[in-house]
């Protein structure tokens, strides 16, 4: 019994330092109300032991079990003492197991509590992992967007650094035209200085996004074809001003015509060739035979012969003999 009371003493020091919310807390308490049920048995019956070497009759009277069979008065009055004496313990038995019973039941509805609000934290857990996944997701979106804030940034400066520079080209050009006399009125029309700061710029046709290589818009620039050659160009979004926007009927004209420009002037090299072939020296005079002259003069000739053929060629998409 005594080895039985130091336990208890041990599991209680167990149960003392357990969170009492907590499942294993309700197991614990558990086993040290069995364990105290079990010394209550084990008082119970030394108690009656000693009762029996001891039954008090009242009056003085106090004999042992076997003193008290030595006749029929004993056997009575043992007999009223027994039943007495078993009630009381019985009902004080009964209190304590009723009370065990309850503490155990409260126990057992801990336990069932603690499992539940156990498995909400549970739930709870996957619903937080399912959250940092989708957290993990979201920064790769934030990391990309952050590269193109900061890619965007950069383009703004620069296009703030040009702002400035054609700023104080503006101002000094404006100091300029101001220390000149210029007359009353202005000689070139603002809408015709427009036109020609327009002309100036590089064509361009067939703008569309820019499509990186995920296939995917990359609103960050634009693609387009020069009018000029038909290259296709990438041109950052802030520099999108810095180009003519034309059609590809436009472009097409504006490369005929250029190219036409090129074979006019080259046709009138070809005359100016022709004239300035010398013709006022003679053959002994010059030094130099009349045929090497002459050749040197048809050697030029065919080299201009074939580029001009080419562009009639890229002109009219033929070759048209030239005499």
Known sequence: MKELALEIAAQEDVVSQLDSRTAKHA?????????????AAMEAQ?????????????????????????NEEYYQLLSMWIQTYIGDQAQKHAAIVNSYKSEISAQEEAIIDLTAEVDRLNEQIDEF??????????????????????SAGV???EAKEENERLTKDNES????????????????DPAELFRRIQAAKPGIYNKRWYINERGLEDRRYFAANLSTTGEEITIPLLEIGKYR???????????????AEE?????????HQ?????SFQGEEDAGVPTNTVSGEVAGQDDEIRIRLERLERAVFGEVKEVA
Do not use: H, W, Y
């Open 245 to 259: 926007e034309e059609s590809p009927e436009e472009a097409e004209r504006f490369r005929q015509e250029k190219t």
């Open 263 to 271: 074979a006019a002037k080259l046709a009138e090299n070809l005359t």
């Open 46 to 70: 030394e108690t009656i032991t000693n009762q029996f070497e001891n039954l008090d009759f009242g009056d003085g009277m106090i004999v042992s079990l076997r003193e008290a069979c030595a």
């Open 129 to 150: 992992t399912e959250s940092i996944a989708s957290a993990s997701r979201l920064q790769l979106v934030i990391d990309d967007l952050t590269a193109k804030r900061d």
């Open 27 to 39: 197991e614990e308490s558990a086993k040290l109300a069995e364990m105290k049920a079990q010394l």
């Open 173 to 188: 050009l404006r100091k300029q035209l101001e220390g000149q006399n210029a007359p009353a009125t202005p000689q070139v």
């Open 155 to 157: 383009q703004l400066a």
């Open 274 to 278: 022709d004239i300035e072939v010398p």
